[in-house]
């Protein structure tokens, strides 16, 4: 309530001031000067009242202003008698300063209007005050601990929201790449408007070659923008509920346009049959399904499918084999040296999870753990046909502690736990060599996640959870930089 009150003190002070300035000056403004009136001369000074005039036939009295019973500004002039020549100098500057003192008694007049407007408003809002202060009294007596609710949301959500800081950092850098694009665009297509009008004005080839480069960028970085980090992960989609309480499914990655089939593996040992469904349609609404068999059983849960081909850890073994299933004939064998098998570094679950294979927009990658780098996470691109190991990197996780894993754009992404609350909380940067800790939320709704891979083409995580066959759609944050182009 200080404020408002401030401000009327201050309307107030000023309506003196301008009183005070009108006594004091106005007599000065007509040439008349208080200090020099005497009782030898006739005249006389009331300091309460005003100035009297030395020759009042020749002279205005003017007196200083006052305030009604309504605490309205008053000033008086009385006018001399009308003997004057109307053309008199002081008759035209007593004219103009009597429209002076109407004009400022009318701003007066309207500088009251808004005191008292204010007043009221100032009234209005102490009562309003008075309420919410009464309601909030109420709120903090009786509804502490919602408020304690509302706070722990609110920072989950400030937790959630923190590791996008430095994706926005990295945003604000290549955001001067995309309108280096726009204006090279916009120089081009005034180039080839002026071409339109003026041929031969341009060498053609080499405006050809200009645009052609310019396409080319554009096409690289659209096809940068399928990449990028993960930011978040959606609620689970059930698709289907059968089988085993552990298994894999999946769809291929590079499959041609049209081609929907799912791919159903049930169990993680002792099985050799894979189905394979029609659609996905197929899948969640009929049990109609072909079978294939395997030369071999597999091992874990880390199989894939990858343009035509299974792949998957022959059980026992640290041996990976690639399928083809329209052929149903091995077309190549090799092993991962020095892997881990046979439930020696599995993931926490357990379920002979030694050798994970996944695939990413970058190719065919193998995920497992050896005694050389003390039992923690290795991670190898190989080659989808020759299975041959291109590049290897060393991590500090412990294979044993992640609940499961998965590759977006060349980034391991770990997660915590496999039951209850999990969330990603690691992730290792191939192209870099170098991890961090995260905080991404992940809904577990059937407790006992036993497979998550991600699928490059639908941009989705595919989950085997607890017997049910689940979906999660990923946001990424697409970062383009121009030594990538």
């Known amino acids: 309530m200080s404020v408002p009150l401030l401000k009327i003190g201050v309307v107030l002070s000023t309506m003196a001031m301008i009183t005070n300035w009108m006594s004091q000056t106005l007599p000065s403004l007509v040439g008349l000067n208080t200090t020099k009136l005497s009782a030898a001369s006739g005249g006389t000074l009331d300091r309460s009242t005003g100035v009297l005039p030395t020759n009042p036939e020749e002279s205005w009295q003017v007196y200083s202003s006052a305030q009604d019973s309504e605490g309205r500004c008053i000033c008086t002039v009385v006018a001399p008698q009308q003997t004057m020549c109307s053309r008199d100098a002081r008759t035209k500057q007593l004219r103009q300063l009597l429209e002076k003192v109407q004009n400022m008694s009318q701003s007066i007049e309207v500088l009251d209007r808004r005191t008292q407007r204010d007043l009221q408003y100032v009234e209005k809002m102490e009562n309003q005050m008075k309420g919410l202060e009464s309601k909030f009294k109420q709120v903090e007596e009786s509804h502490k601990q919602h408020l304690a609710r509302q706070f722990k949301a609110i920072k989950a959500k400030m937790d959630e929201l923190r590791p996008l800081i430095p994706v926005l950092e990295e945003y604000k850098a290549d955001a001067k790449l995309v309108l280096q694009f726009k204006e090279e665009a916009q120089n081009l ?3 080839l408007n002026e071409l339109q009008e003026e041929i031969g004005a341009y060498d053609y080839d080499e405006l050809q070659s200009r645009v052609s480069n310019l396409e080319e960028r554009l096409r690289a970085c659209m096809q940068k923008l399928a990449c990028g980090k993960l930011t978040g992960i959606s609620d689970p989609v059930t698709v289907k509920t059968s089988g085993s309480r552990f298994g894999s499914w999946m769809t291929d990655p590079l499959a041609p346009e049209g081609d929907n089939r799912v791919w159903y593996m049930d169990g993680y040992h002792n099985n050799r049959f894979v189905r394979e469904y029609k659609s996905m349609l197929d899948f969640m609404t009929t049990d109609n399904f072909t079978s294939h068999r395997l030369p071999h059983p597999w091992s874990g849960t880390g199989q894939v499918v990858y343009n035509g081909s299974i792949y998957f850890n022959k059980f026992q073994s640290h041996i990976v084999i690639r399928f083809d299933l329209k052929t149903e004939t091995i077309l190549k064998t090799r092993s991962l040296d020095y892997a881990g098998y046979n439930n020696m570094y599995h993931y926490a679950w357990g379920g002979h999870s030694d ?43 412990p294979k044993r502690s992640a609940g499961e894993a998965f590759i977006i754009c060349g980034t391991l992404y770990v997660t915590n736990g496999y039951s209850g609350g999990t969330k990603v909380h690691y992730a290792y940067q191939t192209n870099a060599s170098t991890y961090e800790y ?31 066959q689940v979906l999660y759609n990923v946001t990424l944050f697409h970062v383009v930089r121009a030594d990538e182009l």
């Open 189 to 191: 297509t005034s180039v």
């Open 355 to 397: 050798i994970d294979l996944m695939v990413d927009e970058n190719g065919l990658w193998a995920v497992y753990a050896t005694n050389q780098n003390a039992g923690n996470i290795v991670v190898s691109k190989l080659d989808p046909v020759s299975l041959q190991v291109l590049q290897t990197w060393n991590t500090s996780y």
């Open 438 to 468: 995260i905080d991404i939320p992940f809904q577990n709704r059937y407790s006992h996640i036993s497979m998550l891979d991600y699928n490059p083409k639908d941009r989705a995580l595919y989950a085997w959870n607890n017997g049910h």
